[in-house]
């Protein structure tokens, strides 16, 4: 085995376990330039074995999910999270009362919504931001921040929620297999719990990456979702969806 190939072998072992990595921080952990990494990455995404985007890479082929960094998944599949967002919205009326998730397809979501006449609660200081821009009513739950993801977890959070009637939730996930959405945190998993609790319907949104994968923590079942608004393609990898959810829309 040469040292490129051994190189890039551990490279794709890395981004498996992290879901994602910065070019710097693959160098950095490869003992490797910047310059080697890129050329790298540029060969194996050639082979198809992995996703480049801006600033680093993604793993291709999904093992147990795991969260990459904030500025990798703003990046990835973008033009796939814009369309499931304005799908989305259009399942929000004028005057309603929703609850958005954290994540980069919910901030989507909130840059369409802000300019309604709606009151929007935000688990997520970027979504809280987004929305702010507009004319929507904008609440924050409490709770702690996870520092580089933005997100609000913890007690306060949950407690926060349990006194919230809204008409809908809009929920992320890390995963999605037959069975359940799961999330690579409990803490994570938990917020978004209560935030179903509050909710007359919730309906999943998530682009193909995320199906056919199970992280760490149970979030609902599948049979506990009004709707999954999600990418097309995704029914091959999860022959269970149509079956077990009552509405489903792919974009």
């Not at 952990?29 to 050329?39: D, F, K, N, Q």
């Not at 990046?75 to 989305?88: H, W």
């Not at 009513?137 to 949950?158: D, H, K, Q, T």
Request: proline share 3%; glycine share 8%; hydrophobic share 50%.
């Amino acid at each position: 085995m040469t040292l490129a190939h051994a190189r890039r072998q551990k490279l794709l072992e890395l981004l498996q376990a992290e879901g994602g990595l910065r070019t710097a921080e693959l160098a950095q952990r490869l003992g490797a330039s910047e310059a080697t990494v890129r050329r790298d990455l540029a060969e194996l995404e050639r082979q198809g074995r992995l996703k480049r985007v801006h600033g680093g890479a993604l793993p291709l082929q999904p093992g147990p999910a795991v969260e990459p960094p904030y500025e990798l998944k703003a990046r990835a599949r973008v033009r796939a999270k814009a369309r499931i967002a304005l799908a989305a919205s259009r399942l929000v009326r004028d005057g309603a009362t929703v609850i958005l998730d954290s994540g980069t397809t919910l901030l989507a979501l909130a840059r369409i919504l802000r300019e309604r006449r709606i009151t929007a609660l935000a688990l997520d200081l970027k979504v809280a931001d987004a929305l702010a821009r507009g004319r929507a009513e904008v609440w924050l739950v409490g709770g702690r921040v996870r520092n580089g993801l933005f997100s609000l977890v913890g007690p306060w959070a949950e407690r926060g929620l349990a006194d919230v009637h809204a008409d809908a939730f809009f929920m992320g996930a890390d995963a999605v297999d037959g069975v359940a959405v799961t999330n690579a945190t409990f803490e994570e998993a938990a917020v978004k719990q209560a935030a179903a609790a509050a909710a007359a319907k919730t309906y999943l949104l998530a682009d193909r990456s995320k199906f056919g994968r199970r992280a760490l923590a149970r979030v609902l079942p599948l049979e506990a979702l009004d709707g999954v608004v999600g990418e097309r393609g995704v029914e091959a990898e999860l022959p269970e969806l149509r079956e077990k959810v009552g509405f489903v829309e792919l974009v």
